[in-house]
């Protein structure tokens, strides 16, 4: 389909067939059952969404043999998996499956929040769960290690037909309407803008525990910090970050937050089992804190799960080894907590269906998600 598409553009046929790949995108989409209706699936009023960038059943083996620990995510009531893919290609990236984590369908690599048979967005996108949740008056967060313009929290919060777009990103992100956006910091978003845009400027632990539940807040952290289980140079670990995210979200409307841990992935790439594990405990300790939470409230849904699996980490006598310093296509684990049918024990969901499952449980019918928010080029030329 991709190639389709490229020969397309070069012949200057896009739209004259733009129509016809529409229809074959939708067929595709519809292979392998319908998602769940409002009522099928135990309702909730808050989800926390915890992604472990890159992050395989492998790796979660080798971290527990190298810290000598049970995970928190293992105690979750119910464990699958999920079948990561890019549309038309087995493996993917994190763009292409953030698009699908939030957004309900599948696109291609290196796009973000848009459909595959149109990148630019010039007839459509797919809203985001993001903005479902802020239509109905849910506050919302996206917490990250990562950069506030990766690929994994860019898909949360923009759509864009290529991830470099990080200008793009955060004139979307600063424009919006959620709440909190915290990570690490980069050379697009500044301090300027970003007040400009109705958001508190953060950079700092000191900073983040002074916010409070009246203000938006962008956070834009020490990098070379952020990633570590412990307080280092004034800069938040992603479990007081969590923390503070879910004190200033929870109310009476509800909430949506997507948490990230994206050096699980970067090291990985790097074939760093070292510090992958340190990322990864913190990763589990943010689960933790969301766990502690949602058991607290009795009406919070808990998912963790990984956007792909990166390294290809495999058993090598009594240990575990990385045998790739690139993503791979298999499943990755799917921990749920908060819902009794979210997921049977041992079942793998695609990745596009796990973020429709998300909207299921919030009582959004399938005519609300996953669903296209049309263009309107005459009004924007008028604007």
Known sequence: ?????????????????????????????????????????????????????????????????????????????LRGQQKTAAFGKAVTDSAAAATALA??????????????????????????????????????GVVTTDSTTGATPSGFCAHTSKRGNAADIVAQQISSDIDL????????????????????????????????????????????????????????????????????????EGFFLMVEHD???????????????????EFDNAIAVALDFAQADGNTLVIVTADHETGAIQPEGDTYVYTSGSHSGVDVPLFVYGSSNFIKNGQAIKNKDLSIYVARSLG???????RKVPIYWADNQAA
């Open 1 to 77: 389909m991709e190639v389709i598409i490229q020969f397309a553009k070069r012949l200057g046929l896009v739209k004259r067939i733009l129509p016809i790949i529409t229809a074959i995108s939708m067929l595709f989409s519809l292979v392998g059952g319908l998602a769940p209706t409002p009522g099928a699936l135990d309702q909730v009023k808050n989800v926390i969404l915890l992604i472990g960038d890159g992050m395989g059943e492998n790796h979660l083996k080798l971290a527990k043999q190298s810290l000598g620990i049970e995970l928190v995510m293992e105690t979750m009531p």
């Open 103 to 140: 957004c309900g369908v599948r696109t291609l690599d290196g796009s973000l929040g848009v459909y595959p048979y149109d990148i630019y967005a010039l007839e459509s996108y797919p809203i985001s769960l993001t903005e479902l949740a802020m239509q109905r008056g849910m506050k919302t």
């Open 181 to 252: 956006i915290w990570g690490s910091a980069n050379s697009k978003t500044e301090q300027s803008n970003v007040q400009a845009g109705g958001y508190t400027y953060i950079s700092t632990y000191t900073e983040l525990m002074a916010i409070n539940k009246a203000q938006k807040s962008f956070g834009q952290f020490n990098g070379n910090f952020i990633w570590q289980t412990e307080n280092n140079e004034n800069t938040p670990t992603l479990s007081q970050m969590t923390t503070k995210a879910i004190d200033l979200l929870d109310g009476d």
């Open 263 to 281: 050096h699980i992935d970067g090291f990985s790439h790097g074939n760093d089992a070292d510090k992958m594990v340190i990322s990864l405990q």
């Open 364 to 370: 959004f019918s399938a005519e609300e998600f996953p």
